[in-house]
């Protein structure tokens, strides 16, 4: 376990972490978290740890277990997920039954590349780890200025919002 800190945000690659490599494709880059807080003064304490570095496109369950591994790890009970939006919701609902009681999950990611100019990844972050203080115990998605719980929420591929869903 690591330090204590109000809030820890876990990494899993997507494309929040999305660079241009120089061959001019999209690699999974270095955590876009460390350049998103460097440009603010947080009043709380953020640890910030990689988990896994993959397009969420590519998780397995393999890597989802590793990432409930690392929550059930975290000493903090405000735990923000960067994560792919392609598999985010999946994710979530894999989480769902295992985040111990008493603690605040908030995945969130990005459309566009933090790297890229007009990406939403500040926004979406920033909001994630308001929610991941005031939102109750649970699993949650946080995109769009919008906080949804595991398992009623869906992405539109058409448009890449995420929209209430109920089974």
Known sequence: ????????????????????????????????????????????????????????????????????????????????????TDTMTETASYLQSRVRDGVTVVLTGALRPESVHGSDAHMNLGFALAAAQLAPAGVHVAMGARLFAAGSVRKDAATGAFRSWKA
């Open 1 to 84: 376990m690591g330090a204590t800190a109000d809030v820890a945000v876990l990494t899993t690659g997507g494309t929040i972490d999305k660079e241009y490599l120089l061959n001019g494709e999209l690699g999974v880059g270095e955590p876009a978290v460390a350049r998103i807080l460097a440009t603010v003064v947080p009043s709380v304490s953020i640890r910030v740890a990689r988990v896994l570095a993959k397009d969420s496109r590519d998780l397995t369950d393999g890597d989802r277990a590793r990432l409930a591994r690392a929550i059930a790890d975290s000493v903090e009970r405000a735990i923000v997920v960067t994560h792919g």
